[in-house]
């Protein structure tokens, strides 16, 4: 037995539950069909377990347990309760920093320390829910004389959540975590690809003392378990996450229930070097934003572009960075582990022979003896002089970006604004005035000047305009989308 194949037994060991079950009702069982779908390491190809395959049944059976469990309890629950028992999660969860992080990684291709991270932010995000849950509170409005008028915002009832692969702990965190703060119940749908730090959270959960049904997690294929749950009538709200056309398709279903949706849907997040900017500052920022998690993140910075003045002394710079990058398993926790998957692996080999043409910059590479049938995929930079070429416009999902040089302030904003999408982008420059500027005129969800991705903050509210989706979350803002406002007006004589 190889040692990574003995991590693997020794990490699903711990597991207290079958991950081949859902968890519906606060209780594990297999899903109606009895079926299951394999699961692979990323890092070996090979297949590390099985999960379960709901489906629409399954999706019924969930959305039943936690219509009642918000009916019964969950609404009814003080929100210092509710504060206080999510608060206790984010406890347990730093309690299983590390077999959550083992999990990640042999699930998702995490290197290490990227999904200890991860499973920090989780913990996070319950502790900032925890305490927020009691903190929102209504306006009274100003009327005629003879009326009292405040308002209310109550929960939205039962949310379905549709989790992609690339940060799964993340993405629950502040989904889910901002859901139950505010009194709804959730039925989570994690992606077939990657679900099991879901599920061991979920577990979590019930530990802590999170009633049953108010959190329900059904595993399963997109075209299954997914669509279920975004056209099922039982449910009040749905946030996504992942591609464009499976966000539309998800968002058509709710429109049939008119039901409201929050869509995040990635980008070809830009970062602007001006010739005034700290260089020292910028270089880490500038490729670590690009190859995080394989550039498998929805806010990766794939464009990097760079006032021309600039290219001679800051390209070879980048370029020394990229031939020190290592990819390999992720338990030896090097800068860049595997892609998610097959699929993801050609999908992103298919977008670098569109790159024939340009000019290849620097690649990493990969470690002696990587396991053969592992999803690796070299990190590469390439200079593109065309803002409309294949590679500077779409999400391409794998350790790839593009050096795109500028002249003027304004051709650096009309590329930095030239494509379908609008996440985050980034500045770097000393100069204040531009930095006002900048901030104002790109577009965005999130704008971040001389740094990237701010730390990755719990508190900052998060979201696109575009295609990179509508709605925000993270921060108290998510609250109020999970929420809706009800106003009273009480006449009095
Ligand atoms: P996807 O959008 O198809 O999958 C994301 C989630 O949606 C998964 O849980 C999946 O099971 C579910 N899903 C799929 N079809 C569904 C349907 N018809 N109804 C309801 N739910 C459905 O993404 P993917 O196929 O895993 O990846 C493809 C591309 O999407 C990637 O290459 C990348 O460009 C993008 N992506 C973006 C993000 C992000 O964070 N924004 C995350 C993952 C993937």
Do not use: F, Q
């Given at each position: 037995m190889s040692s990574t194949q003995h991590n693997e037994a020794a990490v699903l060991a711990q597991l207290g539950f079958n991950p081949a079950h859902c968890l519906i009702d606060g209780q594990w069982s297999p899903p109606v069909s009895g079926e299951t779908l394999p699961l692979y390491n990323p890092s070996t190809g090979q297949r590390l377990t099985s999960i379960a395959r709901g489906t629409a049944v399954d999706i019924d059976r969930a959305v039943n347990a936690a219509t009642h469990a918000f009916e019964s309890v969950w609404a009814r629950t003080p929100a210092f309760e509710r504060g206080r028992i999510i608060t206790d999660i984010g406890r347990r969860v730093l309690d299983h920093i590390e077999h959550l992080a083992l999990l990640e990684s042999l699930d998702v291709g995490k290197p290490l320390a990227q999904a200890r991270a991860d499973a920090v932010a989780l913990a996070r995000y319950c502790e900032f829910y925890g305490g927020a849950a009691d903190k929102v509170h209504g306006d009274t409005i100003p009327y005629l004389d003879g009326y009292t008028v405040y308002g209310i915002r109550e929960p939205h009832g039962v949310t379905g959540h549709i989790v992609p692969w690339n940060y799964p702990m993340q993405i629950i965190g502040r989904s889910v975590g901002a859901a139950l703060a505010m009194g709804n119940t959730c039925v989570l749908k994690p992606a077939e690809d990657a679900c099991l730090t879901a599920l061991a959270f979920a577990d979590i959960c019930l530990a802590a003392g999170?009633?049953?049904?108010?959190l329900n997690v059904v595993p399963g294929t997109g075209a299954e378990a997914g669509a279920a749950l975004s056209q099922?009538?039982?449910?009040q709200h749905i946030s996504f996450t992942g591609s464009v056309p499976t966000g539309a398709a998800v968002q058509a279903a709710a429109a049939k229930n008119v039901v409201p949706v929050t869509l995040e849907l990635g980008g070809k997040s830009p970062q602007l070097v001006f010739e005034d900017a700290d260089i020292e500052s910028a270089l880490p920022f500038l490729v670590n934003a690009g190859i995080q998690n394989a550039g498998q993140t929805c806010s990766a910075s794939s464009r990097l572009l760079v006032q021309r003045s600039l290219l001679n002394t800051l390209v070879p710079q980048l370029a020394e960075r990229y031939r020190q990058l290592r990819v390999g398993p992720a338990l030896d926790d090097l800068s860049v582990g595997p892609l998610i998957s097959a699929n993801q692996k050609s999908r992103v080999e298919r977008f670098l022979k569109e790159a024939d043409d340009l000019e290849c910059l620097a690649r990493g590479q990969c470690v002696d003896?990587?396991?053969?049938?592992g999803f690796y995929v070299v990190p590469a930079l390439y200079l593109c002089e065309?803002?409309?070429?294949t590679l500077a416009q779409a999400e391409v999902f794998g350790p790839v970006q593009v050096v795109i040089p500028f002249d003027t302030e304004q051709d650096a904003i009309d590329i930095a604004n030239g494509t379908e999408y609008g996440l985050v982008a980034a500045v770097w420059t000393q100069n204040g005035s531009r930095q006002m500027r900048l901030a104002r005129d790109l577009k965005a969800g999130q704008v971040f000047v001389n740094n990237y991705?701010?730390?990755?903050?719990?508190e900052l509210p998060f979201g696109g305009v575009g295609k990179s989706g509508h709605g925000r979350e993270k921060g108290f803002e998510a609250l109020y989308g999970f929420s809706q406002l009800k106003t009273v007006a009480v006449k009095y004589s």
């Open positions: 999170l009633p049953d049904g108010v099922h009538a039982g449910i003896n990587v396991p053969t049938d065309d803002p409309s070429h991705g701010a730390g990755g903050g719990v």
